[in-house]
Each structure stands twice: as structure tokens, then as C-alpha cells.
């Protein structure tokens, strides 16, 4: 302290000014420094905000198919036209600094259930065509040796006794 008196007092004024001056310009570069220091405390508070939001998503309809034996195979009609279904999702979320940061499913509500779109699918398969009638022959007016009755198809039977005669053909139709 002694030796500051001494260089204070045996210092001419215009050094003596820019020492002060030097002092002053450290002084007010550390006092800046502190500010910087500050802001940049301030701009590191994280603002959080936390808001709820609700969403609308679409459910998509599914489809049935039915068989159907009114509809030949390979056939296809539509029975009953799909609707979509729709669904509230409502959602927590974090912002920080104006920034989403977070995402929370906190529910799920259905608004709408979705209509299965129903196709009937054919399954019938015609019968086959009858065969054509074959002609039957004439029926033969006489006795052929060893037939018994004359069928009415125009078929002979030769059998032994008159039980069951004929009966795949119709019957008989002349004995013999």
C-alpha cells in the first residue's frame, strides 16, 4: 500500500489518467462478461408447456365373404356395401421451448364402428344335361324263343318266374 502512495504520488497526471482509464475499461469488460453470463442463464430456462390434443383417425371397414347357392360358381354380388368407422384419439403433449418433446396416448374412444362390406360368392354348379332319350325298338309282336314277357322300354325278360319281371324297364307289357 505503501508503494502505491508513492507511485500515486510521483506519477505524472496523463499516465496516472490512463491507468484510471485501463482500470475502468477492465471494469466495465467484466461487468459485460457478467451480463453475457446472465442472458445466457436466462435463454438455459426451459419453458416446458404441456397441452392436451385431439386427434380423428379413420378405421377402416373389413370385408366378408358368404357363400351363396343361388349364385353359379364363379359369380359374385356385393350384399352389403363397407363404411368406414372413425375413432377419437386424445393425446398428451410436452413442449419445451416451443418444441414437441413428447408424446402420450392417454385415450381411445370409438365414434363410429366400421360396416363389414359383405360379397356373396356363387357356389352352384348346374346338373349335367340330361342325356337325349334313346329311341326304343319297336316292340316285337311275336315270340322270340325262350323270352317270357315283352317290357314296356321294348326290352325281352326271360325269366323263370313272373316275380320281378321287367321292374328296371318299366314294367311289363305283353307276357308271353
Not at 350384399?79 to 413442449?95: D, F, H, M, R, S
Request: aromatic share 4%.
Amino acid at each position: 500500500m505503501l508503494l502505491s502512495g508513492v507511485v500515486s504520488a510521483t506519477e505524472p497526471q496523463h499516465i496516472k489518467d490512463a491507468r484510471i482509464a485501463k482500470e475502468q475499461a477492465a471494469i466495465s469488460a467484466q461487468q459485460l462478461k457478467e451480463k453475457e453470463a446472465a442472458a445466457k442463464k436466462k435463454r438455459a430456462v426451459v419453458k416446458t408447456e404441456v397441452k392436451t390434443e385431439t386427434k380423428s383417425e379413420t378405421i377402416p371397414f373389413s370385408e366378408e365373404q358368404r357363400e351363396d347357392a343361388k349364385l353359379t360358381k364363379g359369380q359374385t354380388k356385393v350384399v352389403q356395401e363397407g363404411a368406414n368407422g372413425e375413432k377419437k384419439l386424445i393425446y398428451k403433449v410436452t413442449y419445451k421451448n416451443g418444441k414437441e418433446t413428447a408424446r402420450e396416448l392417454v385415450s381411445e374412444e370409438v365414434t363410429q364402428q366400421p360396416i363389414s362390406r359383405v360379397v356373396a360368392l356363387g357356389t352352384y354348379v348346374a346338373p349335367p344335361p340330361k342325356p337325349k332319350p334313346t329311341t326304343t325298338p319297336a316292340p316285337q309282336t311275336t315270340n322270340p324263343s325262350g323270352a317270357t314277357a315283352l317290357c314296356r322300354d321294348g326290352t325281352l325278360s326271360y325269366s323263370q318266374n313272373r316275380r320281378g319281371t321287367c321292374s328296371h324297364h318299366g314294367g311289363v307289357s305283353v307276357w308271353y
